[in-house]
Each structure stands twice: as structure tokens, then as C-alpha cells.
């Protein structure tokens, strides 16, 4: 169990659970090995987020960056991303290796995770916060809550 409380929690496609805690880390709960609990530390701050890739890496997010991982390998494979000017608030994992990130910046941001070391392109740059909640609607269109509304942006 995390050492503080748990700000976010995702069922992954093998049937475990990954959670993001106040405690900096990232825990992989398996139901069936309960004393078996994988640990992702290497976050320095609160993590506020984590979700699956369409690959099987989990990603996790807070003030520190974003973290791609591996359950397997957890610290020892991973890619640290950093890009928002601060805390990065949610995390919407796209095909063809893509990442969008939205922060309490104002930033949404698109991720190339094939080539991580290139700086990501920024698809929304506003005054406040753009909200965790973010949706794609069937039309393409990717819809986000703001501080002052919602934003609404496409894919380059």
C-alpha cells in the first residue's frame, strides 16, 4: 500500500492494477499475489496520474515530468519526459506511439514517444489550469474544461 493517499488508479489490460500516490511512487497491485507489489520510484514529487499505453508501458505524471515504463522493467527502462512548465495533470495515450499531456500551466501537449528526447509540440498554450477531464469526440476533435470554459483543439 502507498504510504499516503492515492491520487489515481488504472486496471491494466493483464489484469493488475497500477496506482499513483501522494507517497511519489507508482504501485502495481496483483489481486492474486498480494504480497507481490512492484514499486516505481523514481518520481521525486506527488504522482497525480498514471495510464496503460496501447503497447503495455504505463506512464505516470506530476510537478517532475512524465515517466514511461515497463511493469517488468519499472526504474530500469525507463524515459523521463519533462515539458510542462509545471504540474502535468493528465495523460491521454494516443496511437502511433503518442502522448498528450494537459497541465495546471495552461499547456496541452503532444508527445512523439518514438523520438523522446524531441521537445513535444504544444496544441493549447492558455491563462489557468486546463483540466484532468479531456475527451475525444468521434469527430476528431479533442475537447478539454479550462479555467475560464473549455478548449478545443485538433491533432496537427
Not at 23 to 49: E, Y
Not at 111 to 124: F, Y
Amino acid at each position: 500500500a502507498h504510504g499516503s493517499g492515492v491520487n489515481d488508479v488504472v486496471a491494466l489490460v493483464s489484469g493488475l492494477v497500477a496506482s499513483a500516490g501522494q507517497d511519489m511512487t507508482v504501485r502495481i497491485l496483483d489481486f492474486d499475489n498480494p504480497d507481490q507489489i512492484p514499486v516505481f520510484d523514481l518520481h521525486t514529487a506527488p504522482v497525480d496520474v498514471v495510464i496503460e499505453l496501447p503497447d503495455g508501458r504505463i506512464a505516470s505524471a506530476g510537478s517532475d515530468g512524465i515517466y514511461i515504463y515497463t511493469v517488468e522493467g519499472l526504474a530500469q527502462d525507463h524515459i523521463r519526459l519533462n515539458g510542462q512548465r509545471s504540474r502535468t495533470i493528465s495523460l491521454v495515450a494516443l496511437s502511433n506511439d503518442r502522448l498528450i499531456s494537459t497541465g495546471d500551466d495552461g499547456r496541452v501537449r503532444l508527445w512523439d514517444l518514438t523520438s523522446p528526447e524531441s521537445e513535444p509540440t504544444t496544441l493549447v498554450d492558455i491563462p489557468g489550469i486546463v483540466n484532468p477531464h479531456l475527451i475525444q469526440a468521434g469527430n476528431g476533435l479533442f475537447v478539454a474544461g479550462a479555467a475560464r470554459g473549455y478548449v478545443v483543439f485538433t491533432l496537427p
